[in-house]
């Protein structure tokens, strides 16, 4: 299906709240240390599961996610560093969430090309609940990518939003944070993560 342009800009500009939430695979998993493939068909179904990751995504929540943590190994990861979401309880009394200032962003087959200095931030991630640790990353870089359409794009990326795009470049290659981390800090929560998963199994 050849996508119109006007509905592809439409998606991501009049973002709503909607689409289906996906299982995230939790490290360890084989499937988060392949290395992905290209992306080579531009259509509905990239769209489509563009959408279901960007829901996922906001209802998790986290500010990134990358196609192989939903069993996608594909090159494309969605991102969002600017919505906030803020809790509210009903007239029944229940928690709800209320979300605002949406602005999700698509990345398709990204490339690094260039990078400078270092910026140190605390990182999380989906697939690793509950761990949060410093990783040292580029502060600044360069990347190509491709959108919805398939057309080349380039952008200039600063602190959170190049950690991000460094973060999730890393889950297509087959790398998951933790691997960043000093030898003993990744072989303690690679331990405590398999026994968890284990654990959960029985
Ligand atoms: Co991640």
Excluded: W
């Amino acid at each position: 299906m050849v996508l119109n342009p006007v509905m592809i800009d439409d998606f991501l500009s009049n973002y709503s709240l909607n689409g289906e939430i996906l299982p995230v695979i939790k490290y360890p998993d084989i499937i988060l240390s392949k290395k992905s493939a290209l992306v080579e068909s531009f259509d509905d179904h990239l769209v489509q599961h563009c959408k279901n990751m960007l829901f996922t995504m906001y209802q998790a929540p986290g500010i990134g996610l990358a196609a192989p943590q939903v069993g996608i190994s594909k090159r494309f990861f969605v991102l969002d560093i600017d919505f906030d979401r803020e809790e509210f309880t009903n007239s029944k009394g229940e928690v709800e969430f209320r979300y605002s200032g949406f602005s999700p962003q698509v990345y398709i087959n990204p490339k690094i090309l260039e990078t400078q200095g270092e910026i140190l931030y605390q990182e999380g991630c989906l697939s690793v609940p509950g761990v949060y640790e410093d990783v040292k990353r580029f502060e600044k870089i360069v990347v190509e990518y491709q959108d919805l359409l398939g057309q080349k794009q380039q952008l200039t990326a600063e602190g959170l939003l190049s950690i991000c795009i460094q973060h999730e470049t890393d889950h297509l290659n087959g790398v998951v944070f933790i691997e960043k981390l000093s030898s003993i800090k990744r072989n303690f929560y690679k331990k405590k993560l398999e026994k968890e998963k284990k654990r959960k199994v029985l």
